[in-house]
């Protein structure tokens, strides 16, 4: 006697109630055995795949069905709500059809929407489950409006794509509350990808490792405290010098500490934010004055002898293997400079290029060997069927790491600009620091920068992640603005690349400079 496909079953048994929803719009399970669908890439395949199914003999239904199983099994026990918000693949089809054997509902996400609109969708449904690649679970988990979002009923959460990160997992766990479940997708594309940029970023951190010989942690954590220490010295000083901010009883508006210290109009931006960072320090504090701005209190400062001693620990550490003396003499002959700048008796120097912080002199040896791999293995395993095209957006005029690398390459095959011509590119550099149009490294950078790139380019982006203090004393004060290294990671992802490595790695003696190298890739 011939029996019943489960699946045919689980659609009887569901009945008029809703099984499949989409586009707001919701079929029974009564209706799909009809063949009812409505628009839509899954829903299409879903209704075709059990109209295939209903007639097959039993003996390939039970094969078929054996499959699905091992998938509901996987989601669970019932209540299933089951978002899914996959490009119609297989696997997404056989996610929804264990989920339709399990007693559960199908709700067909669109892969393509604005992120936010994904999360409202998945929220509206009170989904159970939820299953995406896993570039999209990233960027999702990352969104900054994601806690408005009720997604308490989630439980389970299937990304498919290559083998995550440990980082990834947690930050997504943390983010969405749910428990995740990783389905790997073998010999993709993207996978492939990964591990090519994974292998051309070990050959860059071998590359660049004998910059970083002798370096060690306690001696880049030492400098950075005696730098930071010996600025914001010569800061205070200079302001103190006028008689304001030395009196913890007395409070100062900030125009009358402009006006005692005789600051000229160019000046004053940068003043304060000298006031800005010096309270942020703690060495001065600030109050609401109402309609006369900010009000400062200080207190004791140094004298000018224990101002010039501060900066002997710093010199010395530096001395000690980090790097040139010329590049943190400039900032110790700047800042006794200050007085005569602030008040127009000495005017401001004029530089070749934008000045870069001192850290930048200790890292630059290590993260151009770094740039200059990665680009070499990327042209190196170009194939074409065009010219490797190369942007590089640097206001220093490029890195000399990248020129040398893409000489190696026949001169027909490399394409190396440096402004946007309208078309894609296969790699783009960039220097937060010095991006076209910007005050100084921010991460809203970002989404512009991989908008340039070609499917499979690759973004190799220098970045600070510590505050450079010593850039108030000799240049472009918009520069100070920093984000840590997991900052610039949630960018890059939420900006559409699923995969970002960073050089140096996080724990790196070299790391703890500031100074990071972002290696990333779109699909």
Same mark, same amino acid.
């Given at each position: 006697?011939?029996?019943? %496909?489960?699946?045919?079953?689980?659609?009887?048994?569901?009945?008029?109630?809703?099984? /499949?929803?989409?586009?707001?719009?919701?079929?029974?399970?009564?209706?799909?055995?009809?063949?009812?669908?409505?628009?839509?890439?899954?829903?299409?395949?879903?209704?075709?795949?059990?109209?295939?199914?209903?007639?097959?003999?039993?003996?390939?239904?039970?094969?078929?069905?054996?499959?699905?199983?091992?998938?509901?099994?996987?989601?669970?026990? $019932?209540?299933?709500?089951?978002?899914?918000?996959?490009?119609?693949?297989?696997?997404?089809?056989?996610?929804?059809?264990?989920?339709?054997?399990?007693?559960?509902?199908?709700?067909?996400?669109?892969?393509?929407?604005?992120?936010?609109?994904?999360?409202?969708?998945?929220?509206?449904?009170?989904?159970?489950?939820?299953?995406?690649?896993?570039?999209?679970?990233?960027?999702?988990?990352?969104?900054?409006?994601?806690?408005?979002?009720?997604?308490?009923?989630?439980?389970?959460?299937?990304?498919?794509?290559?083998?995550?990160?440990?980082?990834?997992?947690?930050?997504?766990?943390?983010?969405?509350?749910?428990?995740?479940?990783?389905?790997?997708?073998?010999?993709?594309?993207?996978?492939?990808?990964?591990?090519?940029?994974?292998?051309?970023?070990?050959?860059?951190?071998?590359?660049?490792?004998?910059?970083?010989? *002798?370096?060690?942690?306690?001696?880049?954590?030492?400098?950075?405290?005696?730098?930071?220490?010996?600025?914001?010295?010569?800061?205070?000083?200079?302001?103190?010098?006028?008689?304001?901010?030395?009196?913890?009883?007395?409070?100062?508006?900030?125009?009358?500490?402009?006006?005692?210290?005789?600051?000229?109009?160019?000046?004053?931006?940068?003043?304060?934010?000298?006031?800005?960072?010096?309270?942020?320090?703690?060495?001065?504090?600030?109050?609401?004055?109402?309609?006369?701005?900010?009000?400062?209190?200080?207190?004791?400062?140094?004298?000018?002898?224990?101002?010039?001693?501060?900066?002997?620990?710093?010199?010395?550490?530096?001395?000690?293997?980090?790097?040139?003396?010329?590049?943190?003499?400039?900032?110790?002959?700047?800042?006794?400079?200050?007085?005569?700048?602030?008040?127009?008796?000495?005017?401001?120097?004029?530089?070749?290029?934008?000045?870069?912080?001192?850290?930048?002199?200790?890292?630059?040896?290590?993260?151009?060997?770094?740039?200059?791999?990665?680009?070499?293995?990327?042209?190196?395993?170009?194939? *074409?069927?065009?010219?490797?095209?190369?942007?590089?957006?640097?206001?220093?005029?490029?890195?000399?790491? /990248?020129?040398?690398?893409?000489?190696?390459? $026949?001169?027909?095959?490399?394409?190396?600009?440096?402004?946007?011509?309208?078309?894609?590119?296969?790699?783009?550099?960039?220097?937060?620091?010095?991006?076209?149009?910007?005050?100084?490294?921010?991460?809203?950078?970002?989404?512009?920068?991989?908008?340039?790139?070609?499917?499979?380019?690759?973004?190799?982006?220098?970045?600070?992640?510590?505050?450079?203090?010593?850039?108030?004393?000799?240049?472009?004060?918009?520069?100070?603005?920093?984000? %840590?290294?997991?900052?610039?990671?949630?960018?890059?992802?939420?900006?559409?690349?699923?995969?970002?490595?960073?050089? $140096?790695?996080?724990?790196?003696?070299?790391?703890?400079?500031?100074?990071?190298?972002?290696?990333?890739?779109?699909?």
């Amino acid at each position: 006697m011939p029996t019943t %496909p489960a699946l045919v079953s689980a659609l009887r048994e569901l009945g008029d109630r809703p099984a /499949v929803v989409a586009d707001g719009r919701a079929i029974s399970g009564i209706g799909l055995l009809l063949g009812v669908s409505p628009p839509g890439g899954l829903p299409r395949a879903l209704a075709r795949r059990i109209a295939e199914h209903a007639a097959l003999p039993p003996s390939a239904a039970r094969a078929a069905e054996q499959r699905l199983r091992y998938w509901a099994g996987v989601l669970g026990p $019932p209540p299933i709500r089951h978002t899914v918000l996959h490009p119609v693949t297989d696997l997404a089809v056989d996610l929804a059809l264990a989920t339709l054997l399990a007693g559960g509902t199908v709700h067909c996400g669109d892969p393509d929407q604005p992120p936010e609109q994904q999360l409202e969708a998945v929220a509206t449904a009170r989904a159970t489950h939820l299953s995406l690649p896993s570039a999209l679970l990233w960027r999702l988990s990352g969104q900054p409006g994601l806690a408005a979002h009720d997604l308490a009923a989630l439980r389970l959460v299937l990304h498919v794509g290559p083998e995550p990160r440990q980082e990834d997992v947690y930050a997504a766990v943390d983010a969405l509350g749910a428990v995740l479940a990783h389905v790997r997708a073998p010999d993709s594309n993207a996978e492939a990808a990964d591990r090519r940029l994974r292998a051309d970023a070990a050959t860059a951190s071998a590359a660049a490792w004998k910059y970083g010989i *002798g370096v060690t942690a306690e001696q880049v954590h030492d400098f950075g405290a005696q730098l930071d220490r010996a600025v914001l010295a010569a800061l205070l000083h200079t302001l103190q010098q006028s008689d304001v901010l030395t009196d913890p009883a007395r409070g100062h508006p900030e125009a009358e500490v402009l006006a005692a210290a005789m600051v000229t109009p160019a000046q004053r931006p940068r003043v304060v934010r000298w006031l800005d960072a010096l309270t942020r320090h703690g060495l001065l504090t600030r109050q609401d004055g109402g309609a006369q701005g900010p009000v400062f209190h200080g207190g004791p400062g140094p004298a000018a002898a224990e101002v010039r001693e501060a900066w002997r620990p710093a010199v010395e550490t530096w001395a000690d293997g980090l790097g040139p003396a010329a590049a943190l003499d400039r900032v110790r002959r700047g800042a006794l400079r200050l007085p005569r700048l602030i008040t127009g008796q000495e005017t401001p120097r004029p530089a070749a290029s934008p000045a870069s912080p001192v850290r930048w002199a200790a890292s630059r040896g290590f993260l151009g060997a770094a740039l200059g791999a990665l680009v070499r293995g990327t042209a190196e395993a170009h194939e *074409g069927p065009g010219p490797l095209r190369v942007l590089e957006l640097d206001a220093e005029g490029g890195e000399p790491a /990248v020129a040398r690398a893409l000489a190696a390459r $026949p001169r027909p095959n490399t394409e190396h600009h440096s402004v946007p011509d309208g078309g894609r590119y296969d790699v783009v550099i960039a220097s937060a620091g010095g991006l076209a149009g910007t005050g100084g490294p921010s991460t809203e950078d970002v989404p512009t920068l991989v908008q340039l790139l070609s499917p499979g380019g690759r973004l190799l982006l220098l970045a600070p992640t510590t505050e450079q203090l010593d850039l108030l004393i000799t240049g472009d004060p918009h520069g100070l603005t920093a984000r %840590p290294a997991e900052h610039w990671r949630a960018a890059l992802t939420a900006a559409g690349c699923p995969t970002v490595l960073t050089l $140096p790695e996080d724990g790196h003696p070299m790391a703890l400079l500031g100074q990071r190298l972002f290696a990333a890739r779109v699909d």
